[in-house]
């Protein structure tokens, strides 16, 4: 009688361990299933998200979401001087490019450039650097500016000038003051006018760009930011000859790539020292050195481009303008 109860105590033990294993795989099934999911929606969540990136194959595909990027009238292009027309519009203008920008001025590093704004005027007597002439009808004042470069010295321009590509090539940003908002500007085939400089790295460093590169160790991850703490004006950063440049009708080099802007591109470069190249090289893209960040050249597609060039001995100094605050 001892031994039955015995043997029924030990099958009811048996079962019990039994029972208490299965619970245990099931839990670590359903624990896998749950972390294969989470990781699942995870890599959803981050595909879903996913942004534009320079690489080739992520050009490529910006078309797929933006299909503007896919137009006949993108940018950036080759440039050639042999094929340019003599321009049939007068000199550029720029007013307000001496004064210093308005307080405070940021660095931004937004993931795929280093970008610069001022700060917006509290009142209209306060002066925004703006232009007018030159290709343009009406007066684009500026928004911002942002810079593209290489990895190496070799490359870095969004744009090639007979079949040169420089390391790095600014970018300054114009709306045309009939559009309120940028947003609303970028939905007219004249709502923008972007000023492209270029950069030619060597031995000779330019002092005028320390007041921004002196702040870039400072923004080195992705969404930093810092003030300035010198006065900036536009005028530092551009060429001593802007009697020449050439204009084409084109677009953003970023999506959306709006067929939007009105192109004007200094080619005489500017210089920049090797060291002062690095410091930009040492920014983030986020994971990555934040280098290359450059759209690759589209097609002409039959635009016309014009080249304007110093005529009657005009020097260039005649087409800047100060702007007083009772302006």
Known sequence: MNWKCLKIATHFLLVILLF???????????????????????????HHHHKWD???????????????????????????????VPAPFPALEMVGYHNPLLAPVTLTNNGHSVSLSAAKPNDEDEPIPYIFGGPLKGEYEMVGLHFHWGRRNNRGSEHIINSIRFAMELHIIHRNRKYKTLEEALNHR??????????????????????????????????????????????W???????????????????????????ILFPHPLHVSFEQMDLFRKLSFGEEPMVDNFRHPQPISGRTIYIHRLVNGTRFHHHYHRVKKSE
Not at 195 to 219: K, M, T
Request: aromatic content about 6%; glycine content about 6%; overall charge negative.
């Open 20 to 46: 208490s294993s299965v619970q245990e795989i099931e839990s670590s099934v359903d624990e896998r299933g749950k972390e294969h999911t989470d990781n699942e929606d995870s890599h959803k969540h981050k």
């Open 54 to 84: 320079y690489s080739r194959k992520g050009q490529e595909n910006w078309q797929h979401q933006h299909s503007d990027c896919g137009g006949e009238g993108q940018s950036p292009i080759k440039i050639s001087t042999k094929h340019a």
């Open 190 to 235: 004249d709502g923008l006018s972007v000023l492209a400089f270029f950069f030619s790295a060597g031995e000779r460093g330019n002092a005028r760009l320390d007041v921004l590169i002196q702040s870039l160790p400072s923004v080195k991850n992705m969404n930093d930011k810092v003030t300035l703490d010198q006065p900036l004006p536009l005028a």
């Open 237 to 263: 950063m551009l060429p001593r000859d802007i009697d020449t440049f050439y204009s084409y009708r084109g677009s953003l080099t970023t999506p959306p790539c709006s067929e939007a802007v009105t192109w």
